[in-house]
């Protein structure tokens, strides 16, 4: 009789501490404030740069910079990138700044609910906290653009909560980062790998939409967009001097200029990177990357 009652506690147990592991916020300090030093403020607007943050929160034609309301068409759904001015209505207003850490670094948001990973989290994860910080410290300087965005349009069984479960499976996936011993190859891994987030388009992903590691770098299909190689096989005759000016000019070795979205992420983010950190990302891409490819 005791076994009987015993065994269903048990499991219900084991199901309320595993339901608590899935879903507990994540441990960010109280005591955190953001900064509105011209100094970090700068850093931030750099950071915001580098991340290519324009690229997806600029909206359509007539929006501002960072209004939001961009879709980004996936095999699951529709996902519209929100408005992250500082406007109290329709944007990050009433943000705190442990709530940059937890957006950035983790993925949740300030109710402690979970973002859709077309929000590229799993990258920023690998972010310094002072840098999630800046980023927030240069945002909240932004003056305040009042635009309602749009709710993702997802199918019926893709629910915020499901992404809870699919951080666990993306975080049991997901390789070891590897330390570099040359600093400039470190610099462009962090990057390309974490604030830059090469690999969320440049990566293939498994039914399930998680990044096959295996292949990082070897292209991939975003909705109906095909996107290039950047691995070690397709820049194989690349040097540093040609990613370099990719980089900065969008010029392919080829004498071709690339197109697409690509052409954006140019303009937008890495044209605008210091001459030393194009020098780290084409380090990295055309050192560490081809010799482990």
Known sequence: MRLKILMPVSILAIGLLLLFWIFYPPSISADLSLSTTPEAISRGEYLVTAGGCVSCHKGDEDSQALSGGHGLATDFGTFYAPNITPDLETGIGDWQARDFIAALKHGRTPSGSFYFPAFPYRAYGGLTDQNALDIGSYLMSLAPINNQVGDPETPIWLSRWAVAGWNIMAEIAEPQTPEFEDPAVARGAYLARNLGHCGECHTPRNSLGIPDYSNEYA???????????????????????????????????????????????????????????????????????????
């Not at 190689?229 to 010029?251: C, K, M, Q, R, Y």
């Open 219 to 293: 292209g991939a299909e975003l909705g109906e967009e095909v996107i290039e190689p950047i691995d070690g096989e397709a820049l194989s005759d690349w040097t540093l001097d040609n990613f370099d000016l990719f980089l900065l000019l969008g010029l392919k070795p080829s004498g071709e200029f690339v197109g697409g979205d690509m052409n954006d992420v140019i303009e937008h983010n890495t044209s605008k990177l210091t001459d030393a950190d194009r020098a780290a990302l084409a380090a990295y891409f055309t050192r560490h990357n081809v010799a482990v490819n």
